[in-house]
Structures are given as structure tokens and as C-alpha cells.
């Protein structure tokens, strides 16, 4: 399972990394990635919330963090959807700080005793999955996974469904996967990413059905994905 996590986790990384690359791109490549969701926000492109991300790509899952609940644990932070927006390289009026410092730093704020500090990185568990969103020091997440370091962060559980009250489907013609509980079907926008996790988890998949408006609501989709950026 963590290896699947991990490939979401990475595709999130690469979907910002993408949307960076639009703006640039010849006017035919910028209305092939228009056909398919890909848009480039008004304020351009820094990086999606991960929260925004994977309530999107993971459907019926909450994210939240909760003073009360939260625990400090190590975690791979490729298990970890997060974002980066700023650019902190060296310039003539700007030195960073040394990696090492910046990660012993953030592993020090990651306890009990510094919860309520602004800097704390905070994320929720979706559910039993070992999938982590952060939600505060978003930006510091690529840090650790550049230098493979393990993270400390404070974890707040959030509930997802159980397996049995979910359904995989697929449609026709146009092969879109989408995933339903209690009713409630939504399109799934990264399937080849996030159908190998729920099938691992255990959620059953249906017979295809028929749904010619399951390719707007994809597209759709993944414009809302496209316009929820960290730095408006």
C-alpha cells in the first residue's frame, strides 16, 4: 500500500510541476491541456493546495487537524501530499538556511509541547491509509523528500469510509473510472493512481455502466483542481 501511496503522492508533485510548464507552452499544446482540464489560473500557476488536491482526487475524505487528537510521528514524507509554492534559493539579498538546520528545525516543532507554534507541520491520516495531506509547512514537505529524510510531523486521524460502503465504476464509451458511497457517485481524475489504492483497500468494483456526461464532469473536475492555488 505505501508504494501506491507514494506514486499518488508523486503524481500530485507532477500534475504542479506541469501546471508550472503550461503558461510557456505553444498556443496548440496550451488548447490540448485546455481539452483534457488543464487550465492556467488567473494568477498563475504556484501549486495546488494538497488539501484541495486530494479531497478531489481521493473522494469522501475530510482533512482537518485537531489540537486535541493530534500525535507526533515520523512519517516518509513521499507518503505525504503536499506543495511548494516559494522559491528559496540563493540570491544576492537572500541566503537559506542549511537543509540539515531547516529539517532539525521542523522535527523540533513536530511535539507535543510546540503544537500550538504557527511554524508546527501539521497533516491529517485519510482514515487507516497510510496517505498524509498537509495542512501547515506545506512548502517544507519538499525539502525532506529532496534529501530522503523521514519527517516528524503531528498527525491528526480523519475517518474515511469503509471499504464495503464504497463502489468502483467504470463507464462507457469513454472509460472513465468514478467512485460512489451512499448514493453519491463522483469521477475520478487520477484513476490509474487512486484505483489501485481502493482496490487495495478493498472497495469492490461494479459492472460498467453507461454515462456519455461522465467526460464533462471529469474535465470539469480537473479545472476545479487547476484553480485552487496556494499563492493567489
Avoid at 457517485?185 to 493512481?193: D, G, K, T
Avoid at 461494479?206 to 461522465?214: G, I, M, Q, T
Wanted: glycine fraction near 6%; include cysteine.
Amino acid at each position: 500500500m505505501q508504494r501506491l501511496v507514494r506514486a499518488l503522492v508523486a503524481e500530485k508533485d507532477a500534475f504542479d510541476a506541469s501546471g508550472r510548464k503550461l503558461a510557456s507552452r505553444t498556443l496548440l499544446k496550451k488548447l490540448q491541456a485546455y481539452a483534457s482540464g488543464m487550465v492556467v489560473p488567473e494568477h498563475g500557476w504556484s501549486a495546488v493546495f494538497p488539501a484541495h488536491f486530494i479531497r478531489i482526487a481521493l473522494p469522501f475524505s475530510t482533512h482537518y487537524y485537531h489540537y486535541d487528537e493530534m500525535e507526533p510521528v515520523t512519517v516518509d514524507p513521499g507518503q505525504i501530499v503536499s506543495g511548494t509554492y516559494n522559491d528559496y534559493s540563493a540570491t544576492w539579498y537572500f541566503t537559506p538556511s542549511p537543509p540539515e538546520q531547516t529539517m532539525d528545525w521542523s522535527d523540533g516543532l513536530a511535539t507535543e509541547e510546540n503544537k500550538y507554534s504557527s511554524q508546527s507541520p501539521r497533516v491529517c491520516q485519510i482514515g487507516s491509509l497510510p496517505l498524509f495531506v498537509a495542512l501547515e509547512g506545506k512548502n517544507r514537505v519538499e525539502l525532506f523528500k529532496r534529501h530522503k529524510r523521514p519527517m516528524k510531523v503531528l498527525v491528526t486521524p480523519t475517518p474515511y469510509p469503509a471499504a464495503s460502503d464504497l463502489t468502483l465504476y467504470r463507464s462507457l464509451p469513454f472509460g472513465i473510472y468514478s467512485l460512489a458511497y451512499r448514493g453519491h457517485r463522483v469521477v475520478l481524475p487520477f484513476p490509474e493512481r487512486v484505483g489501485p489504492i481502493l482496490k487495495k483497500y478493498g472497495v469492490a468494483e461494479a459492472r460498467c455502466l453507461f454515462s456519455v456526461h461522465d467526460l464533462v464532469d471529469l474535465i470539469r473536475t480537473k479545472r476545479s483542481i487547476c484553480r485552487y492555488q496556494m499563492r493567489q
